[in-house]
T-cell receptor, first 113, second 112 residues
Framework: GAGVSQSPRYKVAKRGQDVALRCDPI?????LFWYQQALGQGPEFLTY????????KSGLPSDRFFAERPEGSVSTLKIQRTQQEDSAVYLC???????????FGQGTRLTVV | RKEVEQDPGPFNVPEGATVAFNCTYS??????FFWYRQDCRKEPKLLMS???SGNEDGRFTAQLNRASQYISLLIRDSKLSDSATYLC?????????????FGSGTRLSIRP
């Protein structure tokens, strides 16, 4: 498809389990963003890639969160030893160049039980 | 202080009313600005970009005031389908990095 694709759409994890969330950006998009959105809140910035380079990871809440984009296209957000407070929708967005709009995937809804 | 701040609402207005939202941002170096719309349990989608001269798209008008560092969105003749959360978005775009920051959103509910 032509849009941003995220998988899985829904993930239920037991507390302490590791999870990996995948994002397929729009082909050719240089920028890729990950956001965390809690219920009733706006998306909170986690990290940003330009091609394969992770230029900003200041929003990652702890060292349990790790993101990569090794070939400058698909990205994976990994959360180790999940906690209940990690429950949220994780949104991925991609963009072409600076100062242009970002296009979002449908998100992965993570529930930690 | 958050980098982008919005009144969370909710705004509950009758169909046909005019409603306005404001948003303030803290980084004066911010370079581009957008309003996104997010429906319940859906991803955010671009509503419109915001230009310094102000811009209009049908019933929607966006304004940017760089001196005061605020952005506004005006919706005229509101429709039931306008009910959603409206997110103010700022792209900092400094050097080779570009960090898009969202406000927490303003919830709008249009009643018949």
């Amino acid at each position: 498809g032509a849009g941003v694709s995220q998988s899985p759409r829904y993930k239920v994890a037991k507390r302490g389990q590791d999870v990996a969330l995948r994002c397929d950006p729009i082909s050719g998009h240089v920028s890729l963003f990950w956001y965390q959105q809690a219920l009733g809140q706006g998306p909170e910035f986690l990290t940003y890639f330009q091609n394969e380079a992770q230029l900003d990871k200041s929003g990652l809440p702890s060292d349990r969160f790790f993101a990569e984009r090794p070939e400058g296209s698909v990205s994976t957000l990994k959360i180790q030893r999940t906690q209940q407070e990690d429950s949220a929708v994780y949104l991925c967005a991609s963009g072409g160049t600076e100062n242009t709009e970002a296009f979002f995937g449908q998100g992965t809804r993570l529930t930690v039980v | 202080r958050k980098e982008v701040e919005q009144d969370p609402g909710p705004f509950n207005v009758p169909e046909g009313a005019t409603v306005a939202f404001n948003c303030t941002y803290s980084n004066s170096a911010s370079q581009s600005f957008f309003w996104y719309r997010q429906d319940c349990r859906k991803e955010p989608k671009l509503l419109m970009s915001v230009y310094s001269s102000g811009n209009e798209d049908g019933r929607f008008t966006a304004q940017l005031n760089r001196a005061s560092q605020y952005i506004s969105l005006l919706i005229r003749d509101s429709k039931l389908s306008d009910s959603a959360t409206y997110l103010c978005v700022v792209n900092k775009g400094y050097s080779s990095a570009s960090k898009i920051i969202f406000g927490s959103g303003t919830r709008l509910s249009i009643r018949p």
